[in-house]
């Protein structure tokens, strides 16, 4: 079987896989500072929830957009499994060409991503992630990242809206029932969500106009049930990062 754990800033993202077959899931906050052996008791605690032997656990891949974590993640992940972690990052082989200037700088999520996308789409997409920032990743017809877009995500947006308010109050991400708030906390809500709607769309339309063909958006992370609904013709895949792991898993494990 292979772990796959997906660290990102808010929530870490882990996913059990038997052979393609996603068989559990768990969404977890992420918790800072972490050591090695809290992560190895984490492990642990999830495999034995899912009633998996570690000895059942014959790959392990890490994606981590939180630099002090990932070596905590691999410590923790080789002491309970015995393998060694595959860490994620753009000298993987992989099937998409990332044309970034400096491929070193895009988030291994969004490498996962798009290796997720490819696999099961093909180009010409746009990939959209909705966590703590709303990543777009632009994928052309052949198979190169050309390039993306980094938005503030939802829940970032809302904490720092009611953090620098002095009366504004932190409000429940979801989606109003009409966009004319009749107090406060509508108000809120229906400029979060429907302000951050405006903003994808926006995006998708520029993005299109410089690709210069009509892709496939496909959308996943913590928020894509608020916000991919509201959007149209958008493709939700709430597994692509897992998924995406997994493949580039089988690209670069060693025999």
Not at 17 to 31: E, G, I, M, P, Y
Request: aromatic letters at 4%; one cysteine or more; a negative charge.
């Amino acid at each position: 079987m292979l772990l796959a754990i997906e660290v990102g800033n808010t929530n870490t993202l882990v996913g059990l896989f038997d052979s393609s077959k996603v068989v559990r899931t768990w969404r977890l906050s992420t918790q800072r500072p972490m050591t090695g052996d809290e992560s190895m008791l984490l492990i642990s605690q999830l495999l034995s929830s899912a009633e998996v032997p570690a000895r059942s656990v014959n790959g392990v891949i890490l994606s981590c957009v939180v630099p002090e974590l990932t070596d905590t993640f691999v410590r923790g992940a080789r002491e309970i499994t015995h393998a060694e972690p595959v860490v994620v990052g753009s000298h993987l082989k992989m099937d998409v060409e990332l044309c970034y200037s400096v491929p070193e700088e895009m988030g291994a999520d969004r490498i996962a991503d798009v290796v997720g996308a490819w696999d099961r789409y093909h180009g010409p997409l746009i990939v959209i992630d909705f966590g703590t920032a709303t990543t777009f990743d632009v994928v052309s017809r052949d198979g190169r990242c050309v390039g993306g877009a980094i938005c503030p995500g939802i829940l970032s947006g809302a904490l720092d809206l009611a953090r620098r308010g002095a009366k504004l109050p932190q409000v429940e991400i979801k989606v109003p029932q009409r966009a004319l708030g009749r107090n406060t906390l509508e108000s809120m809500q229906s400029g979060i969500i429907y302000g951050a709607v405006g903003q994808v769309k926006e995006l998708i339309s520029r993005l299109t106009e410089e690709l210069g063909e009509k892709p496939k958006v496909v959308a996943t992370g913590g928020f894509v049930d608020v916000i991919a609904p509201e959007l149209g013709d958008v493709e939700i895949d709430r597994n692509l990062t897992l998924k995406g792991l997994r493949i580039l898993y089988e690209k670069n494990k060693k025999d």
